[in-house]
């Protein structure tokens, strides 16, 4: 009898080496801790073996029934790994969260397929108009800078009266905040229609059971 427990040579096959080993151990219904460090023999003793730290310990119920396997420790390179895994995981689920919220939405807006299709063409058509009107203020800014223009070949080699050339800076002005608008409307109504688009699509992917999640992480 051993008050700490006992170590036993791995020459025996695994069941024989526990039978022995518990029969040797105090009969006091207290568990066995059973493992093998690299290069050394099996190790059986009441508490978790020292030098099975970096390996896995199998904890023994008193009949020699596996009550549970201890993993090894990890290394810090592993638990560096498995904390960037956990995050990933956690981002993933937050993706799929928003993407789960942003269908259900999708649905509620549009109870039918012509209803989201009634919509995209509702909005890109006051874009349209939006964009039309900015387009015809230039065609009128262009005739008035015209009109400028020969006014001002009436003082050729004189200075310009200060109206005129305030004429001059606020048409140059309202030119340029016109053909921003133009620009600005333009990348608009190419997001809207991209926007519109990708919610067709999953809105009939949603329709027919195919839609996909944004990601999913794998399990090792």
């Known amino acids: ?70 993993p090894p420790r990890q290394t810090p390179e592993q638990k560096k790994a498995e904390e960037e ?23 509620r807006r549009y109870p039918i397929e012509d209803d989201l299709i009634v919509a995209r063409d509702r909005t890109l058509a006051n874009e349209k108009a939006r964009l039309d009107q900015q387009n015809q203020r230039l065609k009128d800014l262009k005739v008035a800078r ?27 002005s309202s030119s340029a905040a016109a053909e921003h608008q133009v620009e600005v409307l333009n990348s608009e109504m190419e997001q809207i229609a991209k926007k519109f688009a990708a919610d067709l699509k999953r809105y009939r992917e949603l329709v027919n059971g195919t839609v996909k999640m944004p990601c999913s992480v794998k399990s090792d």
């Open 1 to 70: 009898m051993m008050n700490d427990g006992i170590r036993l040579a791995a020459r025996s096959p695994l069941i024989v080496i526990t039978a022995v080993a518990l029969a040797l151990l105090p009969a006091v219904g207290r568990c066995a801790f059973m493992c093998k460090p690299p290069g050394g023999s099996t190790i059986m003793l009441e508490y978790p073996p020292p030098e099975c730290a970096n390996v896995e310990i199998r904890e023994l119920n008193p009949d020699g029934s596996l009550r549970r396997i201890i």
């Open 146 to 172: 015209a009109r400028l223009e020969d006014e001002k070949a009436l003082y050729k080699g004189r200075q310009l009266p200060d109206a005129l050339q305030a004429d001059f800076k606020a048409n140059d």
């Open 85 to 107: 895994k956990r995050r990933q995981s956690a981002e993933c689920d937050e993706r799929n969260e928003a993407q789960r919220q942003e269908n259900e939405a999708l649905i």
